[in-house]
């Protein structure tokens, strides 16, 4: 079903919705929770909680793009519940994802007057100017926290392409928010 | 866990680069001569563009004998493994009394804020390395209480000679203002004396504090603000003024506690952020007191290390030559730095094969520079690549990147 049929039966307060949403996004968004929870229960719990999200935001929200929307919630719902976890329960791959993102700009090295919202764009900014597989490798492994395997697969490359890919995409990155200023 | 801020600012890129990721699959395309000349064209352009931009540093600024060349620093981390991490660098967890504590920071706490003996426990030491591998080291340590601060909310662990601060690991934010106090009396443990006003960079005003017995007054008068689970709390959209709040006692150094003047509290003393409303009466009693009751002062940088700057000579045992020739106006007035690797932080480079011959590097130290025995640099403790970027004569069309090589962190 197409993204705006979806829409309209959230805003028709019709339970479809939920069904459509699961059937088109469910694989998606149990995907990031997972990479982020590394546990079925948790991840289930957090899809859940996304389409609570979803049903609640819609109306009066009208996403522009469902997809990035609801992608959206599911990351920020994990996060949350992540915060809760031991650390027995985290994932290897995606504690080693913070470390190699923290490395990018540390908390402490956040420049006064700026924020997640104004890095955000910024990385936003660079992103865009990437070549689209760079671009896609870098937000699959750090959005999305995939595992480079899995990226490996997805994108037909060898794991030690995508680690290189990673690697200088981070460099890259890391000069450019130097360049913008916003480090301390 | 703390998830830290990068990740959640990626949380906020383009929900066009969220869709398009989502769905992306390679595609094949045709690579014709033309089309990858123009790639590499574009590329190349791309990558003078970016050097030209960079403009962050300026060698003849930092020392006279250098040119005028522009540099930037680069810091891309290393994941060490344990044994090239330095005590302070060691991540430890340890459970006692069904309490699970974890390091507080990186700083040794001196021994007149250690209290009784709790008593001597295993203690399980992790690298990200071993993290992954679900392996980690079990080290038997004395613990002790801290003098004067619960036992649940803190701890200090003895490594050698040194003591570090352990903290309480479960995510419990207090519901008030007034439960944080009961937990931790911030109010004896920080001092409130330097701060700055809607900022803190070197463009904000900076002041010093006369006496911070008033503000911690008014602050206790505000046991019932409430804690606000405000996120993300944007701190910097706001009219604030913000202490540089540190603690020897706990090895804090250094971090924020603002007030704004629509009436919160904002903190991250104990490492994720507390937000307590306190009303806006207050908060301007205390900005309005603060302003009145300090003088204005210098700015000082978060990092205020000391550097030397140079390309590496040689790597040698207990030893690495850097000289700085490559820098100088003059090539005569070269100076080779002889610096000892006695700390793993800084030898951990060249150990590893990381930092080799021939590459510009930037080297932290906190002792002193002997000039009558060659030269020799004390207390040197990090390492971080640098960049040159040389600007040609203007008769030139293009400028060139000099001198690019692979990148380090300093840690």
């Not at chain 2, 040698?316 to 020739?325: A, E, F, N, S």
Request: aromatic share 12%; glycine share 6%.
């Amino acid at each position: 079903m197409e993204d705006k049929s979806i829409i309209k039966l959230y805003f028709e307060r019709n339970e479809e919705a939920i069904v459509q949403t699961d059937k088109k996004y469910g694989k998606l968004c149990y995907s990031i929770a997972y990479n982020i929870l590394n546990n079925r229960e948790d991840s289930k719990e957090c899809v859940n909680d996304t389409y609570n999200g979803v049903w609640n935001a819609i109306p009066p929200t009208t996403p522009f793009n469902f997809t990035a929307f609801i992608c959206k919630i599911t990351r920020n719902l994990s996060l949350k519940r992540l915060e809760f976890l031991t650390r027995d329960k985290r994932s290897a791959n995606f504690v080693l994802s913070l470390e190699e993102l923290n490395e990018i700009l540390p908390d402490e090295r956040y420049g006064v007057g700026v924020n997640e919202e104004d890095v955000g764009k910024l990385i936003s900014e660079f992103l865009r100017g990437e070549k689209e597989e760079i671009r896609n490798v870098f937000i699959r492994k750090y959005y999305f926290f995939d595992s480079v395997k899995d990226i490996a697969k997805r994108f037909s490359f060898t794991e030690s392409k995508v680690k290189t890919m990673l690697f200088n995409t981070r460099k890259k990155l890391k000069e450019f928010l130097i360049k913008e200023g916003v480090t301390i | 866990m703390k998830i830290p801020k990068i990740a959640i600012s990626l949380g906020q890129i383009g929900d066009e680069l969220i869709a398009e990721a989502a769905c992306f699959k390679k595609k094949r395309i045709s690579t014709s001569k033309p089309f990858v000349a123009g790639i590499c064209a574009f590329l190349t352009l791309g990558i003078i563009a970016t050097a030209l931009f960079v403009n962050n540093l300026n060698t003849s600024s930092i020392d006279k004998r250098y040119k005028k060349l522009d540099f930037y620093s680069l810091n891309i981390g290393h994941v060490w493994e344990w044994e090239d991490l330095a005590e302070s660098e060691r991540n430890y967890e340890v459970e006692i009394d069904g309490v699970k504590y974890e390091k507080n920071s990186r700083k040794t706490i001196d021994e007149e804020f250690i209290g009784e003996k709790i008593g001597r426990f295993d203690i399980f030491g992790f690298d990200t390395i071993m993290m992954l591998e679900d392996k980690r080291i079990t080290v038997n340590c004395d613990i002790y209480k801290l003098k004067n601060i619960s036992q649940n909310e803190f701890i200090a662990i003895k490594f050698g000679e040194d003591y570090y601060c352990f903290k309480n690991a479960e995510h419990n934010p207090p519901k008030t203002l007034g439960e944080l106090f009961d937990r931790v009396d911030i109010t004896e443990l920080f001092e409130l004396s330097r701060f700055s006003e809607n900022g803190s960079d070197a463009n904000a005003k900076h002041f010093i504090l006369k006496d911070d017995e008033y503000v911690w007054n008014i602050l206790s008068e505000c046991r019932s603000a409430e804690f606000v689970d405000w996120d993300p709390f944007n701190l910097y959209q706001r009219e604030y003024i913000s202490f540089s709040a540190s603690s020897d006692a706990l090895g804090l150094y250094k971090r924020e506690f603002s007030i704004t003047k629509d009436g919160y509290l904002h903190t991250n003393i104990f490492s994720s952020a507390y937000l307590f409303k306190i009303g806006k009466d207050r908060a301007n009693e205390i900005i309005a007191y603060a302003m009145e009751n300090s003088t204005e002062t210098e700015f000082v940088p978060f990092d205020e290390s000391k550097k030397v700057y140079g390309q590496v000579k040689e790597i040698v045992d207990g030893y690495v030559l850097i000289d700085d020739t490559i820098l100088c106006k003059n090539k005569s007035k070269g100076i080779t730095y002889k610096i000892p690797t006695d700390d793993i932080r800084f030898y951990r480079y060249f150990k590893t094969g990381s930092t080799e011959v021939g590459e510009l590097v930037a080297v932290s130290y906190d002792g002193e520079i002997d000039t009558q025995n060659g030269y020799v640099v004390k207390g040197a403790f990090g390492l971080s690549e640098f960049q040159l970027v040389s600007k040609k004569k203007k008769s030139d069309k293009n400028s060139t990147v000099s001198s690019v090589s692979h990148i380090i962190g300093e840690k």
